[in-house]
């Protein structure tokens, strides 16, 4: 049973273009991250999130913590090819403060 | 470059073949973690150590042997290994403490078992 859930599993748009990655399960989390990997590279850190109903802004990255804090949402506004990469959720059930459970991941291709 | 480095980047072994990755960290963070990533799969979370001591291990089999001499270097030996075992294998550090606690990763190391 995959616990996290990403969609869509592939996105290919233009730059300019607005797009949404989602992340849902069934379980309520302690807390959430959104990773970005590129080609050969390990995951980076992009924002924690820990607040149901949160929403925290990096640039034209917008993240959301559904309020029952089962879900989340990035928007990226105006894609740029440098956005290009793998995107990964990945979160903590409460009381487990070890286990990181990433999601199935979102690979974006932003072509000019 | 995250603080997390990892060697080697690529390796190419045989199924006989003894091999070693190498982490290590200088960031100050008590926590260190193996993670396995194969295509089309999610992130596989493989061993955890806490201030030198194994926390969890997976059901990760004994092919995969993980060592941490100090809460700064992680070791997994391979040996005896599968062509499924081909991945990127990701080691991980963080600062423990808080179910917001951030998990950093080093670059991996791209393994392939021929």
């Known amino acids: 049973t995959q616990l996290l859930e990403q969609s869509p599993q592939f996105l290919s748009i233009q730059e300019g273009e607005n797009l949404t990655v989602y992340c849902n399960s069934s379980s309520v989390f302690s807390s959430l991250q959104w990773y970005r990997q590129e080609p050969g590279e390990g995951p980076v850190l992009l924002v924690t999130?820990?607040?149901?109903?949160e929403v925290k802004k990096l640039k034209r990255l917008t993240f959301q913590f559904g309020d029952a804090r089962k879900d989340s949402s990035l928007h990226i506004t105006a894609a740029q090819p440098g956005d290009t990469g793998l995107y990964l959720c990945a979160a903590r059930k409460t009381g487990t403060a070890s286990k990181l459970t990433f999601g199935t991941g979102t690979r974006l291709q932003v072509t000019l | 470059e995250t603080g997390v480095t990892q060697t080697p980047r690529h390796l190419v072994m045989g199924m006989t073949n003894k091999k070693s990755l190498k982490c290590e960290q200088h960031?100050?963070?008590?926590?260190m973690y193996w993670y396995k990533q194969s295509a089309k799969k999610p992130l596989e979370l493989m061993f955890v150590?806490?201030?030198?001591?194994?926390?969890e291990n997976n059901s990760v089999p004994s092919r995969f042997s993980p060592e941490c001499p100090n809460s700064s270097h992680l070791f997994l030996h391979l040996h005896t290994l599968q062509p499924e075992d081909s991945a990127l294998y990701l080691c991980a550090s963080s600062q423990g403490g808080g179910t917001g606690r951030s998990i950093l990763f080093g670059q991996g190391t791209r393994l392939t078992v021929v």
């Open positions: 150590y806490n201030f030198k001591e194994q926390t």
């Open positions: 960031l100050g963070h008590n926590a």
């Open positions: 999130v820990v607040t149901g109903g």
